[in-house]
């Protein structure tokens, strides 16, 4: 977020959040659904807020469209303060949630419409319109009305219609989530295709991770009105930078240990259930005994034979689940080995693993097997909390 | 006026219907009768009245006669027997009272549809209050509510005294008695058959539509005719004719209010069936002949209806 705050004069982003907060005002009870956000989208960019329902996503999408009111901060398109103008001011148009299509009037005469408004002269009206309906794959559609189109045409049209003016920025409220599944898959290539075609920017809500992870240049991760974190995918899946981000994207093992060496770029830690001696990478300040959270994705927590080997934990499997691709194993730490009290108790702390499968009948473990329990190299990260 | 707002909500489930089949037609007996003794009997009686002779000690005499109609549409002079020349006298009537239906309509649309739009867009707890409002005068008689506009509106009423004593007029305004005072009579006793139809629709518009029209570039008045007018139509066709239709057949507020030389189609109709001078196959035939004109109103109302509902043309 500091480098959101330093670029704030950089007239080149297509859209700057500054220290925008909004509440809801209510007699008695307020609601804060934006808590002092500030960070920039870039030119061009797929953006995805991507959050829980009711963090705040909608209510920052329509407030940059001008439908929500903001109450205290500002928010800038290529530079330009366009806090105060209406909708119908913004060079920026919205694919609705609902899509929202004029149900009186054609597929055409929808797409069309936006640009009527901008009194555009008809010969391009008709071109342009025309194109659109190309570009969605709907011109055998022309003459129809919304509620003669299924789900996904509405959709596309919705999309069409947005997009026909040329806005400089786009906005889709979780656009695919009435869309079955197989549509929705479809869809995020369709989007992402269009995005890299058009050239225009678009900001994507979804509450959707594989939705973000797999269409996004960049991510925001919101909660409660705050931005938790904004990177690419691979960034936001393999740094999550706290527990929020760790555990709403993908499967997360947060550890908890404690500090016992400091290096140039890296710490040694000791686990607090198993007590194996780990080494993380990090450039964060640390002090010798620091209490920290470490995080593990499952797929990188290696399952083995029991063995004697100090520097593997030990645990017994509790759970097998196959998932068809992996399998997944739920293992219950034991207790230090160092102590010489393995006796097969276990400490209470789950940690979850996950193997990907080879076509050749599953694990080979079983609920109730002794086994070892082996961390990646590199594969531990540090948690801000 | 329930149906006609019915028509533009969804239709039930049509398999519930099925299930009770056999107990069906009992449970519809009252309605049957309630519609057969209310409509069709008093329908066809006056049908068939219409066709009757008149007798001069009021009623008639059941002796077949087109003698009303004939009387309606043609002038054969004095006695009778002059060659036929269109009778002027009662379409300039029908006439009038079309004109009057027509503005009491449209002034009803100009205040009804805003009051609408205000009540289905307060927060949802507090509409039925705003409704409510609106349906108090109907807690009173329309014979009272409207003697009491006649007092209001009289030259010596607490309008003129009001205006005279606040010095905004030399000399009472003359009200009562004109068209002017037809139109207060017919709006004021109309006005909510106006508002709760188009609330209806209003209250079912999906104002995300409006949004996307502001994000697509409308200004509010563009918004508001391209937008929300023809997606609220058919509430608003429904209120016009459930205040255009009684105007054209009122009475009340023509009678009270108008005066004799502000005759309308009501008036008319009631003359015939008052006292010992009516003609009640001529009133009768009257009353046929604003059914029928209703009825090609209504019929051509449907018409467009399907033409909508079919769409994609
Ligand atoms: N019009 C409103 N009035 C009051 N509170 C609202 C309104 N719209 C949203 N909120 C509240 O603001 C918070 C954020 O809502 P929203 O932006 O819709 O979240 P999201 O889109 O992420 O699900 C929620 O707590 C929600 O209840
Ligand atoms: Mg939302």
Redesign the pocket.
Same mark, same amino acid.
């Given at each position: 977020m500091d480098k959101a705050k330093t670029a704030n004069n950089n007239k080149t982003h297509a859209i700057d959040i500054l220290s925008v907060t &909004?509440i809801?005002p +209510?007699r008695t009870h307020p @609601?804060t659904? /934006?808590n002092d956000i500030s960070f920039a989208i870039e030119d061009n960019e797929f953006f995805t807020l991507l *959050?829980?329902? *009711?963090? *705040? &996503?909608?209510? /920052? /999408?329509?407030m940059i469209g001008g439908f929500?009111g903001i109450t205290k901060g500002q928010i800038q398109l290529y530079g330009e303060d366009i806090s105060t103008l209406q909708p119908n001011q913004r060079p920026i148009n919205t694919v609705f949630q609902q899509y929202a299509l004029f149900p009186h009037l054609t597929v055409f005469e929808n797409v069309a419409f936006g640009l009527k408004r901008l009194g555009r002269d008809r010969a391009f009206i008709q071109k342009q319109t025309e194109a659109m309906l190309e570009l969605i794959r709907m011109a055998d559609f022309a003459h129809r009305k919304p509620n003669q189109l299924s789900g996904g045409q509405q959709q596309r049209v919705a999309l069409a219609r947005a997009l026909a003016p040329q806005p400089k920025v786009l906005l889709l409220?979780?656009p695919l989530s009435a869309l079955d599944l197989k549509l929705r898959q479809a869809m995020r290539e369709e989007l992402k295709d269009i995005q890299k075609k058009t050239g225009i920017t678009f900001i994507f @809500?979804t +509450?959707d991770q594989e939705e973000a992870l797999t269409m996004s240049d960049r991510i925001a991760v919101?909660s409660n009105?705050e931005v938790q974190q904004i990177g690419t995918a691979t960034d936001i899946y393999d740094h999550p930078i706290n527990h929020f981000v760790a555990t709403f994207i993908g499967e997360a093992n947060i550890l908890s240990a404690s500090v016992t060496k400091i290096n140039k770029n890296s710490i040694m830690a000791t686990l607090a259930a198993g007590g194996g001696s780990v080494e993380v990478a990090t450039d964060l300040a640390m002090t010798k005994g620091q209490k920290i959270s470490l995080m593990i994705r499952p797929e990188r927590v290696k399952i083995g034979k029991a063995s004697r080997a100090k520097s593997a934990l030990s645990g017994v499997v509790q759970s097998i689940s196959y998932l068809g691709t992996d399998t997944q194993l739920h293992v219950s730490l034991n207790a230090r080995q160092e102590t010489e009290l393995n006796t097969g108790q276990s400490n209470g702390e789950i940690i979850i693993a996950r193997q990907q499968n080879h076509g050749d009948g599953g694990s080979p473990f079983h609920k109730g097997d002794a086994v070892s329990v082996t961390i990646a190299e590199n594969a531990l990260r540090i948690l801000q909390d | 006026m329930a149906g006609i707002i019915n028509q533009t909500s969804k239709t039930t489930d049509g398999a519930q219907t099925s299930i009770v089949d056999g107990k069906q037609h009992i449970l519809l007996l009252p309605a049957w009768l309630i519609i057969g003794v209310l409509l069709v009997i008093p329908v066809i009686l006056m049908l068939v009245y219409s066709f009757l002779t008149q007798d001069f000690r009021g009623g008639v005499i059941w002796e077949f006669s087109l003698e009303a109609y004939d009387q309606f549409f043609f002038d054969r002079g004095l006695f009778g027997d002059e060659p036929p020349s269109i009778e002027w006298t009662y379409i300039g009537i029908f006439w009038r009272s079309f004109l009057q239906a027509l503005f009491a309509m449209i002034f009803c649309f100009l205040i009804g549809f805003p009051t609408a739009y205000f009540i289905a867009t307060r927060a949802p707890q507090s509409r039925s209050f705003w409704l409510f409002l609106v349906t108090i005068p109907y807690w009173v008689n329309l014979l009272i509510r409207t003697v009491s506009m006649k007092f209001l509106i009289r030259d010596n009423g607490p309008i003129n005294t009001w205006l005279l004593s606040g010095g905004i007029i030399d000399e009472p305004i003359s009200m009562i008695n004109t068209n002017f005072a037809i139109q207060i009579g017919l709006f004021y006793s109309y006005l909510p058959f106006m508002v709760l139809p188009i609330y209806a629709s209003i209250e079912r518009y999906n104002f995300a539509l409006s949004e996307a029209a502001a994000d697509l570039y409308s200004s509010r008045w563009v918004t508001l005719f391209k937008i929300v007018i023809p997606s609220v139509k058919p509430g608003i066709i429904a209120g016009c004719i459930l205040v255009f239709i009684p105007s054209l057949g009122a009475f009340l507020a023509p009678d009270l209010l108008g005066g004799a030389k502000n005759f309308m189609i009501g008036s008319l109709v009631e003359e015939q069936f008052k006292g010992q001078a009516g003609d009640w196959p001529f009133g009768a035939a009257v009353s046929m002949i604003l059914l029928s004109i209703i009825m090609v109103i209504l019929l051509f109302y449907a018409r467009a209806q399907i033409r909508q509902n079919d769409g994609g043309h």
């Open positions: &909004k809801y +209510h @609601v659904a /934006l *959050g829980p329902s *009711g963090c *705040g &996503k909608t209510t /920052l /999408l329509r929500e409220d979780e @809500v +509450h919101m009105g | -």
